[in-house]
């Protein structure tokens, strides 16, 4: 496989609050505009970044305060987007990873949030080590659409 070569990128850091992120939604989003996507597949980067933004803040720092930091890098024929937090990190990826699986029962979470990241991107990596934070990685392959 040919290393991708990545020509525009942005970073930007938010604080870990429910309100941030549609912010995040939007940055993202406007950011993979320039490769032309059709709208389903905006709307898969937007879901996608909404799950991501959203467990850092129910999960990482369910209890305290922290930032979470936004890379985007746009490569010829896609994006990949990086979301990183400090926060409580996980013990089992696997686990966490399973559809169903929720840490949060009483919060009425639905544990499908590594679920639809996966179904809306082309690639997912999740690493995380327990108090250090975790780091989501998603590609998202743009269509070339046919000139009219």
């Known amino acids: 496989m040919a ?17 941030n992120e549609s ?9 993979a505009a320039q490769l032309d996507p059709t709208i389903e597949e ?6 996608a970044v909404s799950e991501a933004v959203t467990n850092c803040i129910v999960h990482a720092y369910a209890d305290t305060f922290g930032k979470i930091d936004i890379t985007c890098r746009m490569y010829d024929n896609g994006i990949y987007i990086k979301i990183r937090d400090k926060g409580c990190g996980i013990e089992d990826i696997k686990q966490a990873m399973t559809p169903l ?8 979470r639905a544990g499908l949030g ?4 996966e179904s809306f991107t082309d690639r997912l990596k999740v690493s995380s080590k327990p108090g250090k934070g975790t780091t989501v990685i998603m590609e998202k392959n743009i269509s070339k659409k046919a000139l009219s």
């Open 3 to 19: 290393k991708k070569t990545f020509d525009n990128y942005f970073k930007m850091t938010i604080p870990a609050l429910s309100r």
């Open 23 to 31: 912010y995040a939604r939007a940055a993202v989003a406007a950011f």
């Open 101 to 108: 699986f929720t840490t949060s029962p009483e919060t009425e």
């Open 42 to 47: 905006l709307n898969d980067i937007k879901a």
């Open 114 to 117: 590594f679920a639809v990241m």
